[in-house]
């Protein structure tokens, strides 16, 4: 598996990394065993960088994490994330942001017993908390890694203000926001802060939410306790327009030799050295699937392919619904 760097303090993690949202958000989780397992074999594939947080469940994903990745400790790189209002030991939700110094220092003791760990290599902001300054998050965080607590400090959909003021009082080793080529916004403010400064980016939903694999069309019914449901560019005529972008994937990966996930996830890894995809899946095949686009290459003639074609599709539909997208860089 090839290495990547993110940041300047010396982080460096597989190319591809594994989002371990979708292994479970709820308080009882049925396949937890089989997810275990699934976390295990993508370990003995080459991934040493594997995300979570507090949120999921709560608590119960990095619960599961934290046993999942006891054994191979010393092999992984972990990732967790704090800033909601959500009590540290019964995991209540009191609804909304919370970046209070004391209220992350509740978040990473939680966080340290569920993941069975003396440290967190990557420790996110979930979400900017507009009621708590920047640098006192920041400040926070840089006192929990001269504790050891904490290796390096992340951000989470953070705009350009937000991470110039954190990246002032402790330095940003990576940025998480939604990037790929159906969610492209950062490339106009966040990537160029990203240059300019020296910080790493973890794109998530890399493969839209599945959309980019080609599974999904105009006739798919999600379930109801299915997100994307909710989600405007999954509705049935927003799908039926931007079946464009997926039918370019294939129509690469039909010369290349691979499928549109890989297409999507290959484009991605070929947008900058220091980005690591963030990716997500509940089965083997897929798993391997994506940590195979490794070996597809995209030269530049692929890419400026891809680039003038998507150029003429118009995506349809939010990423978010409006509720959630008030959450988003603030």
Known sequence: ?????????????????LGCMGYGQTREIADRAEMIVLIRQAVERGVDFFDTAEIYGPFTNEAMVGEALEPLRHEVKIATKFGWNID???????????????????????????????????????????????????????????????????????????????????????LQSEYSLWTREPEQEVIPVLDELGIGFVPFSP???????????SNTQFAGNDF???????????????????????????RKGASPAQIALAWLLGQKPYLVPLFGTRKLHRLEENLDSIHVTLDDSDLQEIESASAEIRIVGARYPDSMLKMVGI
């Not at 839209?208 to 069309?217: A, C, E, R, V």
């Not at 909710?230 to 927003?238: D, H, K, L, N, V």
């Open 228 to 254: 994307r449901a909710q989600i405007p560019r999954f509705a049935p005529e927003a799908i039926k327009a931007n079946q464009a972008l997926v039918d370019l994937l294939k129509a690469i990966g039909g």
């Open 1 to 17: 598996m090839e290495k990547r760097k993110l940041g300047a303090g010396g982080l460096e993690v597989s190319a591809l990394s």
């Open 207 to 217: 493969l839209g939410k599945g959309f980019l694999t080609g599974s999904i069309d």
């Open 88 to 174: 540290p030991e019964t995991g209540e939700n009191f609804g909304g942001v919370n970046s209070r110094p004391k209220q992350i220092r509740r978040a990473v003791e939680g966080s340290l017993r569920r993941l069975r760990t003396s440290h967190i290599d990557l420790l996110y902001q979930h979400r900017v908390d507009p009621d708590v300054p920047m640098e006192d998050v920041a400040g926070t965080v840089k006192d929990l890694i001269h504790e050891g607590k904490v290796r390096h400090f992340g951000l989470s959909e953070a705009g350009p203000e937000s991470i110039r003021r954190a990246h002032s009082e402790q330095a940003v080793t990576a």
